[in-house]
């Protein structure tokens, strides 16, 4: 027999991260000779159930512009209405609870992805591109070449044992993390969260439970269903996620210490679980369970890797690496990042550069990233049934995003050592005062909860807050992304000063009114009509 064909890349899995690692690349060079390798039948069921089904900023701009895909979702998928939380442990009566999100969309897009729908466009897009896209190939093994020699990929493929040679491996095959299982990479994060999910085939318009027409009309066009909606306790959140297909996901996260998997690992006992604590979502759930698609739970689903990419050809990217936490959907922001860096990878290496310190740079660069978004959730769960603190943390927590990762990202600046070595502080500074922000919301909430309120916050009308996701559209040199991560930083030092006078006033009793802002610095809330 002959040897088997040399390919530049392999690819191990064809989900999401693997497919958009494909396109990344075949846009970027013409004459890769790309092959991906998944284990799954496609088409795959139109309804896929997968988790990472919202976006935010990063991936939502990767997927439209990096990709080229704005078309297919604009046209298959929902445009989203921002994230939205309520407040309503133990209620029913939404007008009664304090509800934080935007009364109009803003201004840089993001979309409810159907991800059955958009992988199958994945897929199709691949092979017309000209990617060696084979499913139902199952992976046995992969050997390491040393030196400049090829690695070996060994598959089961339509009854048939065969061997990919290729110069680079990426593993995109998530949760079995083929080479993080061969490589033993695995490493834990300390941030103990189970889920589960399901999807009912019916539309859950949220903007139907409450017949108050005051709260109706605080939105424009009315319709909160469109977005990521939360509803939160201590030590948990539920997420209401409206899909293409006409569709509903339905999630539950819980900080493992406060909130048992046992309580809630089959659809069953997730209602009465539900029933106690959001009995809202429960009621609307049980009315439509002879619709139910699916149930999947998750024990600690967040988790570390000790390596994702390496000068000796192979990476890892999507949840075959890290994974963090659904609150915010990372998910598709860190596909984004971690193939951008692989792309630049396989760049340097076409070029005859060594691969090397570009890849432990990278992964520096990667795993800060990763960190510093950890430091989002790792011990925060317990504070999120508290409607003040909790609101003030995710206006706190985008303004850090769309102040300090989302310009590097925007700009395609990602890769440029110099940019960031020229803004090594600033993002050390601004890391540094992200950590300091979330141990004093931790304090705080320390010294007594807040309840649940009847008002809006809306976000879109705080106008610094507008300006931040409005900017993100623009087009910047590396001067000029340079000046807006530094514009972040001072928001954030803006932001910080407003948020410890709060605290301040707060701990020691003083009387405030919840919307009042605070003279020279920056104002947290501002109340639909």
């Known amino acids: 027999m002959s040897p088997p064909a040399q390919h530049d890349v392999v690819i191990l899995g064809g989900g999401l991260a693997g497919l958009c690692l494909a396109l990344q690349l075949r ?4 004459d890769l000779d790309i092959v991906v390798l998944e284990r799954k039948a496609h088409p795959v069921p139109a309804a896929a159930h997968k988790v990472g089904e919202s976006t935010v900023e990063i991936g939502a701009q990767y997927f439209a512009e990096t990709l080229g895909l704005r078309a297919h979702l604009d ?3 929902i445009r989203k209405f921002g994230f939205r939380f309520f407040w309503s442990e133990g209620r029913e009566d939404l007008a009664g609870v304090t509800e934080l999100g935007v009364s109009q969309v803003m201004p840089t897009p993001t979309w409810q992805i159907d991800r059955g729908v958009f992988e199958n466009h994945l897929g199709v897009r691949a092979r017309e591109l000209g990617v060696r896209f084979i499913d139902g190939a199952s992976v046995r093994g992969v050997s390491f070449g040393e ?4 690695h070996a990929v060994r598959a089961r493929v339509g009854g048939e044992d065969r061997e990919f040679t290729a110069r ?3 593993d995109a095959s ?3 993390g083929l080479l993080k299982r061969t490589l033993g990479l695995a490493e834990a994060n300390g941030h103990d969260v189970n889920s589960v999910w399901f999807r009912i085939d019916a539309r859950l318009a949220i903007d139907d439970w409450c017949d108050d027409r005051a709260w109706g009309a605080r939105c424009a066009p009315p319709e909160r269903w469109r977005s990521t909606n939360h509803l939160c306790g201590e030590g948990y959140w539920v997420w209401l996620i409206p899909l293409g297909s006409g569709a509903h996901s339905v999630g539950i996260v819980c900080d493992a210490g406060l909130h048992p998997l046992e309580r809630m690992n089959t659809f069953d006992k997730a209602l009465d679980w539900l029933r106690e604590f959001q009995p809202l979502v429960a009621r609307h759930c049980e009315a439509t369970r002879d619709k139910l698609m699916d149930f999947l739970f998750l024990r600690g689903f967040s988790y570390g890797c000790r390596q994702v990419f390496s000068g000796d050809r192979w990476a ?3 949840e075959a690496g890290v994974f963090l936490d659904p609150f915010y959907s990372p998910g598709s922001d860190f596909i984004a990042i971690a193939n951008t860096y692989i792309c ?7 070029a005859g550069q060594p691969v090397a310190p570009y890849a432990r740079l990278y992964e520096q660069l990667y795993l800060s990233f990763y960190e510093n978004t950890l430091s989002l959730y790792r011990d925060q769960y317990a504070i999120f049934g508290d409607a003040e603190i909790m609101a003030i943390k995710v206006i706190w927590d985008y303004a850090y995003y769309w102040g300090i990762l989302c310009p590097l990202f925007f700009q395609d600046r990602l890769a440029d050592l110099g ?4 803004l090594r502080d600033d993002m050390l500074a601004a890391a540094a005062l992200n950590r300091d922000m979330q141990a004093l919301l931790r304090r705080w909430y320390a010294h007594g909860t807040r309840a649940s309120r009847p008002v809006m916050w809306d976000q879109g009308k705080l106008d610094w807050f507008l300006a931040m996701n409005t900017a993100l559209r623009d087009r910047l040199d590396g001067a000029g992304t340079r000046a807006r991560v530094r514009e972040g930083l001072a928001t954030l030092r803006d932001l910080a000063a407003t948020i410890r006078v709060r605290v301040g006033v707060h701990a020691h009793g003083i009387a405030s009114t919840v919307d009042a802002a605070v003279p020279g610095t920056l104002p947290l809330f501002a109340s639909a009509a």
């Open 168 to 170: 680079w491996v990426v």
């Open 344 to 350: 630049e990878l396989i760049a340097h290496d076409r």
């Open 147 to 150: 030196g400049q020699a090829a």
């Open 419 to 422: 940019l960031l070595g020229d």
């Open 75 to 77: 046209a298959e998928h």
């Open 316 to 318: 890892l990217t999507g």
């Open 27 to 30: 846009r970027r060079f013409a």
């Open 174 to 176: 998530g949760r079995a």
